[in-house]
């Protein structure tokens, strides 16, 4: 069995041997040398004065690099602190990725989410093609406002399988006053915001995705 070393044996380990904890010359060990250096100089062959200055200029700009290191510092932390108070306060509006696209691999179910700011009466989702183009139209009955799942079998109006590749959801619906509204495939509310590894992802429909990707933050649709 194994046992761990603890209590007396410990004083009995070698000390390690003392190192320089920076491995650096800071600027207050820089200006000590600079003033053992006159200390003990040869009186009757003083430092040249050009040299002493050379090294006083060298200490300023040590010292002023440091300083601007540690300000370029303190507005990265600041600037980081902005960014994820910006990303929070981004929760409750709408993000637009700027796309979409669905994906139908050729075979199996294309599966997508949708979007209605308002109860939906009726209408109808589009499934359109890189042309633009109407391939099947899925007839929507009513919906509760809030992101709601649809499934797409692939199929065109005539009963056909299209092509694996990208197409294009979209559908126009009429909400409970009459009133004719339209919503897409990759406009949604943002949930919530997540941080991994100071990296922002935000919460739409029912995945994360990274905060860059999002094209345009809106306030809400009416």
């Given at each position: 069995?194994?046992?761990?070393s603890v209590?007396?044996?410990?004083?009995?380990?070698?000390?390690?041997?003392?190192?320089?904890?920076?491995?650096?010359?800071?600027?207050?060990?820089?200006?000590?040398?600079?003033?053992?250096?006159?200390?003990?100089?040869?009186?009757?062959?003083?430092?040249?004065?050009?040299?002493?200055?050379?090294?006083?200029?060298?200490?300023?700009?040590?010292?002023?690099?440091?300083?601007?290191?540690?300000?370029?510092?303190?507005?990265?932390?600041?600037?980081?602190?902005?960014?994820?108070?910006?990303?929070?306060?981004?929760?409750?509006?709408?993000?637009?990725?700027?796309?979409?696209?669905?994906?139908?691999?050729?075979?199996?179910?294309?599966?997508?989410?949708?979007?209605?700011?308002h109860n939906?009466?009726?209408?109808?989702?589009?499934?359109?093609?890189?042309?633009?183009?109407?391939?099947?139209?899925?007839?929507?009955?009513?919906?509760?406002?809030?992101?709601?799942?649809?499934?797409?079998?692939?199929?065109?109006?005539?009963?056909?399988?299209?092509?694996?590749?990208?197409?294009?959801?979209?559908?126009?619906?009429?909400?409970?006053?009459?009133?004719?509204?339209?919503?897409?495939?990759?406009?949604?509310?943002?949930?919530?915001?997540?941080?991994?590894?100071?990296?922002?992802?935000?919460?739409?429909?029912?995945?994360?995705?990274?905060?860059?990707?999002?094209?345009?933050?809106?306030?809400?649709?009416?």
């Open positions: 069995m194994a046992i761990n209590g007396n044996n410990a004083a009995t380990a070698p000390s390690s041997p003392a190192v320089n904890p920076k491995g650096i010359l800071g600027k207050d060990d820089f200006l000590k040398l600079l003033l053992l250096q006159l200390k003990y100089q040869d009186p009757t062959s003083p430092m040249d004065s050009e040299k002493i200055l050379t090294q006083t200029a060298q200490l300023a700009s040590l010292e002023s690099s440091e300083n601007t290191n540690k300000s370029l510092a303190t507005l990265a932390t600041s600037l980081a602190a902005s960014m994820q108070f910006s990303t929070i306060s981004a929760i409750g509006k709408i993000a637009d990725t700027g796309s979409n696209a669905v994906v139908f691999e050729g075979n199996g179910l294309s599966n997508f989410e949708l979007y209605f700011p939906a009466r009726n209408g109808s989702i589009n499934i359109v093609d890189l042309n633009g183009d109407i391939l099947k139209t899925i007839p929507l009955e009513s919906q509760v406002a809030g992101v709601n799942k649809f499934t797409w079998n692939g199929s065109d109006n005539d009963g056909n399988t299209v092509k694996a590749g990208i197409y294009y959801v979209e559908a126009n619906y009429t909400d409970m006053e009459g009133e004719s509204r339209y919503t897409r495939v990759g406009t949604y509310p943002i949930e919530s915001v997540r941080f991994d590894n100071g990296k922002a992802s935000v919460k739409i429909g029912s995945n994360y995705v990274p905060f860059e990707s999002i094209k345009e933050i809106v306030g809400g649709w009416s």
